[in-house]
């Protein structure tokens, strides 16, 4: 096909639209309500063409190119009728450019510059028709701004899937609003503040609040970075002024997580953390109790002497190092080689230990390779997304969101929760197992899928091994038996076992709800067996999928910050690998496994003497918070590396001061193995220093030389010894993220694994029985805790609540009650309530609904006020010793309101001075 614009002939694709044709040939034409990331509606008819052949104006957005079509972009006729467009929108939008948040970055104000629109013709709106609505901490919506264009109203339906905004009445009164007029905070709003509607908007209609009057777009200086909290690893762009973060704009790479620019609300609005006056920004040393500032020299020296002493008096295995998750590839790196050249202990691990251990255990056994196996792209192309154990939507909603639209766009959606999230609402079928039950309800699938003949004996019979062990097993697990154990309904475990078993794409997408269980790993062997079974792992859109809930979780673990692998997951154990190590690393290296941080904890004043933490805060993040704090306590010697004077940091003999992810550089790895780059953007505050700095200084002062300029640098090195990031560089990290295995430079990256053989040759099934949880509820502790995020916090709350925005919306914690459990013992929302296990006693808010069944609570661990984990088990996987969190027994009762002698004495005052009144 032909088509000719501006008396030039092009060639074009059918399908194609006039302004499609127009772009890829750099020919300009207007648009407003036209976005590449949306559907195209027209109705602006800014990017209005002339047509020859007919004579018609026709919105380039919408109409389709044909064969012989000619087109013309800038004839008279077509330049008059954009200046009436303007001139329309102009004529009912308030002019107060100057004072505008939009000023500088307005679609419509660079148009009325373009075709010369002063004033308008139709004479100017005087006075507000609408109310501004901003009664929330992140959003303004000015309706008067508004030119109803639709792009937020779109972003919000397409991309975000939340329709929370869309347009109301008629005329001249048409403006876009959230439910019932209400603020988008309303109680009816379906909001979750990602923002991007901020970002879709062309003028000023729709702004950030925690940014207003803080400086315009074209003050901004703008760094591309990787967001610092979930694993999805969004690419940000940090808009900074006066060495501060004033927001957090959109990049739309079409080779990143998330390619239409989304965020959540953490990604979009939790950046004060970064400038808050909390900041560490010297070195520490506690002297008498207390903490004083000192100089890097004598906190270096200071921190060198005490270790090189411990290790020589107790042998290298006496000291302990926890590395982080929110530090960079370069920086785990570092610590690892530390602890093991320096130190020279395996005794190394991170915070993977409390979250996917079991992941990388249960994976690796089955599959060869602990990661995720296809990519966050492919989720719309499955045609069945089994989730089990994972709430997408708050945990990593960038994610939840895909989840949202594949739906919507035909794949079949099975849930399987304890509690009803929101994907539960809009699964084709939703499975609210027991917790603790999850062997239980996959031998069950299983089980169906085997009787109706809906496996792949092909794959099976090629590609696997160990199927006739594992078949016995699964012949015992009847809808009926499992039925009873899992509280499911048969009929409904038959149903989704038959649509799993029938898709040609099925893919499986689990977290924490899977592995933080003392049958943790039993509970991933189950997912891989249910992979192999049907033949849905090694092909685009299917694969084991956990969704890692740290930024750089998966980095940590590449880099080898575990106790049992060197970087790339060689075996320390293995002689050969260790050879290989101590000659890239010219030092003898411990031949026996390390401890996890799990056993670490257990072993701190006995076996470990002394430890060192690079950002990480187990007083609050570990399992039985009385038993941390024994832990920390008993220690000879403990050095925390942070941002913030943490709760862990509190019990340090030295702190000292590390720079944010966005005052250095470095890369982070996400959940699909996507290795990408982290910017500096700000500098850091005081004397704070990049962990990487801090170490490698550290190491020289104890004796091993380690000489590094950059981050790059250390990615060469780890690039030399570990063939999964073979082919990574910052170079080639600069046009973008790479998905390991990456083995050479030539090398693209890998998509997706296990394409034609399992990285351990055959993928292998494992027999796994059901074996009941270790602790139940009984008679005094008569409720099942279960512990895990809400969309506004992370982790131990160290970032997020010192932010001013996300802690003002959500300030206080709570525990989920069922209405019917509320009812018996007469708690109402809002209430508080006490919660009793035998490891401790907290106090918090209820929220009283039906997201959890009776007998079930479900409490976020984000706040320090009110400690989940003082409440959870000390009870392990044995293979990979993840703490059992998901399940610990308890006590509930209500708070009766205490009434002091005080409180007394003012209610009487008060109402005796009600009563002269009257």
Known sequence: MEVTINHNNYEVEPGQTILQVAKQNGIYIPTICHSPHLSDVGSCRMCLVELENNHKLVASCVTPVTDGMRILTDSKRVIEARKTVVDLLVSDHPLDCMTCEANGNCVLQDLAYEY????????????????????NEFIQLDPDKCILCGKCVRTCKEIQMCNALDFVNRGFETKVSPPFNQDLGGQDSPCVFCGQCVEMCPTGALT??????KGRYYEFNKTKTTCPYCGVGCQLELRTKNNKIVQVGSVYDENSPNPHGESCVKGRFGYDYVNHPDRLTDPLIKRNGHFEKVGWEEALDYVAEKLLNIKEKYGSDSIGGLSSAKCTNEENYIMQKFMRAVIGTNSVDHCARLCHASTVVGLGMAFGSGAMTNSISEIEGSDVIFVIGSNPTENHPVIGSKIKRAKKNGTHLIVADPRKIELSEIADISLHHKPGTDVALINGIMNVIVNEGLLDKKFIEERTEGFESFIKIIEGYTPSKVSQITG????????????????????????????????????VLSLTNLALLTGNVGFESTGVNPLRGQNNVQGACDVGALPDVYPGYQKVSDPKIK?????????????REGLTLTEMLEEAGKRIKALYIMGENPFLSDPDQNHVKKALESLDFLIVQDIFLTETAQFADVVLPAASFAEKEGTFTNTERRIQRVRKAINSPGR????????????????????????????????????????????????????????DSNHPGTKYLHKNAFSRGKGKFFPVEFTP???????????????????????????????????????????????????????????????????GTIETYAKVGERVKPGQLFMPFHYAESPANKLTNRV????????????????????????SQREVLIDERYTSIRRQEQ
């Open 116 to 135: 010369g629109i002063k004033e308008s013709t139709f004479g100017t709106k005087k006075l507000p028709r609408f109310e501004i609505k901003d009664q």
């Open 208 to 213: 950030y609040i925690p940014s207003k009057g």
């Open 488 to 523: 499911v309904p048969a009929d409904k475990i038959i149903e989704a076992a038959k649509m799993y078993g029938s898709a040609e794409k099925a893919a499986i997408y689990f977290a924490m709800g899977i592995t933080q269980h003392k049958y943790g790993t039993n509970n």
């Open 579 to 591: 050879e290989k190590f101590e000659n890239y690393w010219g030092v003898k290296l411990a031949d």
């Open 688 to 743: 704070a220093k990049a962990d990487w700095e801090i170490l490698t200084t550290l190491a020289n002062k104890m004796g091993y030389e380690m000489k590094y300029n950059s981050p790059s640098e250390i990615m060469d090195e780890i690039a030399r010894v570990s063939k999964l990031y073979g082919g990574i560089s910052y170079e080639r990290l600069e046009k973008g993220g790479l998905q390991w295995p990456c083995p």
């Open 773 to 839: 949880p270790e602790k139940e509820a009984d008679e005094k502790y008569n409720f099942i805790l279960m512990t895990g995020r809400m969309l506004y916090h992370f982790h131990t709350g160290t970032m997020t609540r010192r932010s001013d925005p996300i802690n003002r919306h959500e300030p206080d914690a709570y525990v989920e009650i069922n209405i019917r459990d509320a009812r018996k013992l007469g708690i109402k929302d809002k209430d508080r309530v006490r919660i009793t296990s035998r490891q």
């Open 876 to 899: 392990y996987d044995s293979k990979a010793k993840i703490p059992e969190l998901k399940i610990t027994p308890v006590k509930l009762e209500k708070v009766e309101k205490r009434v």
